[in-house]
């Protein structure tokens, strides 16, 4: 294999490791994004970081939520629209990727 041939062939192999772990890592449920969510959707009711009181006093912190139930368990809710919680909760209506990154960052909560 000539030395130009052999360049070649490890700059395509090189585009094609980077094409491919940017795929991976953009399926990875982003925690930045889901702490993003819960601080914009959630935190004028619930604590949505690691320390800190609700500022709702029945919206458990979120914390709190992965000692309670699997929190994979919430997805179904988040999708369709969460109409229990608080008796003043108010519905909420999230797209499949946004249910994913939230719940990445709840359960990361629990660790």
Do not use: N
């Amino acid at each position: 294999m000539s030395k130009r041939r052999l360049v070649l062939t490890l700059i395509l192999g090189l585009l094609l490791l980077v094409v491919l772990s940017g795929v991976v890592f953009s399926q990875q449920p982003s925690l930045e994004r889901g702490h993003a969510i819960a601080e914009r959707e959630c935190a004028s009711c619930h604590a949505v970081g690691r320390d800190g009181a609700s500022l709702h006093l029945k919206a458990p912190p979120f914390r709190e939520l992965p000692k309670r139930y699997p929190v994979e368990h919430l997805a179904e809710s988040l999708v369709e629209g969460i109409v229990v919680g608080h008796g003043d909760m108010p519905e909420f209506l999230f797209e499949p990727d946004d249910v994913e990154a939230l719940l990445a960052y709840i359960a990361s909560l629990a660790k």
